[in-house]
């Protein structure tokens, strides 16, 4: 089944200890991305990566850091957690290097991530 | 700055009805849109989008409308049914190489009524 799979999907941590959230996809895709989901703001992107090794900042990148060694692997790295950073966290991927818009984002289940 | 807003958070329609999802957008360089579902635990699936040069896009029960002059499209479904009730985001998109960004708006959780 084609799918993006996020780990974990519920995380209760504290303040300053590091974490990693995993994503992986296995459709083959080139573009993958993450996104926070904070009520009244909708999605937010915080990175994304065209390919492997290429990986650029989104709209809210502060205080994560993402790596793209391997086409289905994006994982994302909290290094220093701090209470804003609860929220709720999808992965995505798509096709990519479309420009016609044809190309539809798929997302993860998500990662529900609690700072204390 | 919002610039994809559903000014409407929650909509409840009787089963059968029509139900009719609002967005408007502030980006006139956005020429690509879609609508999200998104149930409980899981993630936003893709429902049906348009691009800018159209203004009407039909999918089955779905159909979404573009009104570029006034920044604004809708989502209708017709005829509701119980497993229509989630909530749906807007999301609009900017063609642009490399980043495959969608901007969205806040979401809109629907009811149906049985």
């Known amino acids: 089944e084609a799918q993006v799979t996020q780990n974990p999907r519920y995380l209760i941590t504290v303040t300053g200890k590091k974490l990693t959230v995993t994503c992986s996809q296995n459709m083959n895709h080139e573009y993958m991305s993450w996104y926070r989901q904070d009520p009244g703001l909708g999605l937010r992107q915080i990175y994304y990566?065209?390919?492997?090794?290429?990986?650029d900042k989104g709209d809210v990148p502060e205080g994560y850091k993402v790596s793209r060694k391997e086409k289905r692997n994006f994982p994302l790295i909290l290094e220093s957690p701090s209470p804003n950073q609860t929220s709720l966290y999808f992965c995505?991927?798509?096709?990519?290097?479309?420009?016609?818009?044809?190309?539809?984002?798929?997302f993860g289940a998500g990662s529900r991530l609690t700072v204390l | 700055d919002q610039q994809v807003k559903q000014n409407s958070p929650s909509l409840s329609v009787q089963e059968g009805r029509i139900s009719i999802l609002n967005c408007d957008y502030t980006n006139s360089m956005f020429d690509y849109f879609l609508w999200y579902k998104k149930y409980p635990a899981e993630g936003p699936t893709f429902l049906i989008s348009?691009?800018?040069?159209?203004d009407k896009n039909e999918d089955g029960r779905f159909t979404v409308f573009l009104n570029k002059s006034a920044k604004h499209l809708s989502l209708h479904i017709v005829p509701s049914q119980p497993g229509d009730s989630a909530v749906y985001f807007c999301?609009?998109?900017?063609?642009?190489?490399?980043?495959?960004?969608?901007?969205f708006g806040t979401g809109t959780r629907l009811t149906i009524i049985p």
């Open positions: 999301a609009a998109r900017r063609s642009n190489f490399g980043n495959e960004k969608l901007t």
């Open positions: 990566s065209m390919n492997v090794e290429v990986t």
């Open positions: 348009i691009s800018s040069i159209k």
């Open positions: 995505a991927s798509s096709l990519g290097q479309d420009h016609s818009g044809a190309n539809v984002l798929t």
